[in-house]
């Protein structure tokens, strides 16, 4: 039998409040066996941005990147952010190593080719290196991700961090029962994020066809469950959508294939 | 007989202009064997600082740390520079990772007590792990490192890189035969820095204090010699100060003990 990991990504907003990363660093470091934390940090890149009078150009709530952008999403992400995560965690004892997709050559990507619209130095994922990620794991260390990867020509790249933990979640399932925790402000899925109460506890391939159809899901959560779905595919045991305060427990919207 | 090790420190300078990494990369990448690399990027870190209306205030060329200033060095060490360097050695087949103190806790420090300057988040380092980098590095690893360290409360601290090379290079003696090489523009220790037929070749201990009496060697130069001479006593073999592009080869000025 494998043995389980958790892999946890979690948004921009949660890393980048003292409260909210606080709070989540305890709840991080109190989960038992091997972990890995993605995370993401665009409130912050977008921040910087403007303070060096770099305009962040959005679309579909994706950055554009263009070289300017690609260093300040390095610094933010990769050092910011990450390192700031990872002497949180060391605090809390838990021998955390800061990643990028280039640190070990973990992450590999190509730049994504100008189509309706140029992204610029923005990378769609080839191959996440599970042998090397397992290895680190087992010798006790937990990887904390940022959302860079890089193309092996030497150019960092920015990638989408749902990305980056759906293609860990995978690379790891060779060698491990894996656990996909996505979460966000939200407790899960929601009907109406108004409401409280009107939480998807359960999508398969079946219903998300049907809340596709009907609008209930839209915009940045799409992504969301399509990466989910390709987690599952590629061999990850279970995807949890949930809140932040709730990454130990069983709450959350589950994914599942059928 | 222990493995041979080499343990190179390059300055910011090197490292922030295309041109200058590029060629340090190809040298550093030709280099055969077990390898460590610490940079510096205080150059960058002073211009992000400006472009953010940070003022960088410096004593005797070290930068005093705010809060605000802790930012931008993690920032511009531990991602922008660092990050790029991971990226540019995994184009040219080393694989590199990115380290600062607080990943995989590799150098504990403690905030410098404020004395006749208050230098404000500045680590002085009390233990480098030199068990966890040789196991990094025995996978075929080659650990990058900026100049940040951690207290192990979550406090990230800014570290002289100098200081960083000569703590690591003593903790891997324990395992490895360590050549431990700072570079920076000059080919070596000047009597005058104009003349370039006026290389120191060789000092030690007692050619140190002649030098240090008679003002040849002042300013700078003399935490540099200082860290060299404490990483011989701290079990290294051998310290060279030479320039960039000179790091695989027995120019430069060489220190012994004796």
Redesign the interface.
Known sequence: MKKKITVIKVGGKIVEEKESLDNLLDRFAAIEGYKVLIHGGGRSATR?AE???IESRMVGGRRITDAETL?VV???????V???I???L??RGV??????G????VLRAHKRPAGEVDWGFVGDVDSADGAMLS?LIE?G?VPIMAP?T?D?????LNTNADTIASETAKALSGNFDVTLTYCFEHPGVMRNPDDATSLIPLINRESYKQLLADGTISGGMIPKIDNAFAALEGGVSKVIITKADAIEGASGTHIIEG
């Open positions: 910087i303070s060096l009078g260093k390095t610094m933010v992400y990769g050092g910011l990450n390192k700031n990872v002497a949180g060391q605090a021998n955390a190593l800061g990643l990028t280039a640190d070990c050559n290895k010798e260390i860079l890089h092996g020509k030497g150019n960092l």
